[in-house]
């Protein structure tokens, strides 16, 4: 009997992230930030004058939105149901997902800036979910090094054969 060899550089000779503490952390920070976004995701969907959340629309001006409802599809559907489905694939150690989540953690930071650029008002949950997305990036880093090292390693052994 043979024993099975795996090829340079394909899928399954390069490591899947580990559910070490970064992993937990990240999965975690994800559900945090799904639960939270999708709530209001569907709040704004919901009622798009704002109202079930005491927004006044006006804070909208110099946006590209009249109201809510892109702003609300985007938080629900990008940074909820997106942050669950990556955490739910963390959670299988997909190879992506520590990648994916880095970049749902940047891009959460990048939401909460342009978002006070344009109301201009500030509150409590915009450093609490600035903070939180770049915990997310952060320990999204450190729980997807061994996968990407493992990438690089498969690749430049792949490319001297």
């Given at each position: 009997m043979h024993a099975l060899t795996v090829a340079p550089g394909t899928p399954s000779s390069i490591p899947r992230p580990a559910l070490d503490r970064w992993g937990v952390m990240t999965v975690v920070?994800?559900?945090?930030?799904?639960?939270?976004?999708?709530?209001?995701?569907?709040?704004l969907v919901a009622r798009p004058d704002g109202s079930v959340m005491h927004f006044d629309p006006t804070i909208l001006?110099?946006?590209?939105?009249?109201?809510?409802?892109?702003?609300?599809?985007?938080?629900?559907?990008?940074?909820?149901a997106g942050s669950l489905l990556v955490a739910a694939a963390g959670r299988r150690r997909a190879r992506l997902a520590p990648f994916v989540a880095f970049a749902i953690g940047c891009g959460q930071m990048i939401w909460i800036l342009v978002e006070l650029a344009?109301?201009?008002?500030?509150?409590?949950?915009?450093?609490?979910?600035?903070?939180?997305?770049?915990?997310?990036?952060?320990?999204?880093?450190?729980?997807?090094?061994?996968?990407f090292q493992g990438w690089r390693r498969a690749r430049s052994t792949g490319a001297a054969r």
């Open positions: 920070l994800l559900v945090v930030l799904g639960l939270g976004a999708l709530a209001g995701g569907v709040a001006a110099g946006s590209p939105f009249s109201d809510f409802l892109g702003p609300g599809f985007i938080l629900g559907g990008l940074f909820g344009i109301i201009k008002e500030f509150s409590f949950l915009h450093p609490t979910m600035f903070g939180i997305g770049l915990l997310i990036s952060m320990a999204a880093v450190a729980w997807g090094l061994p996968t």
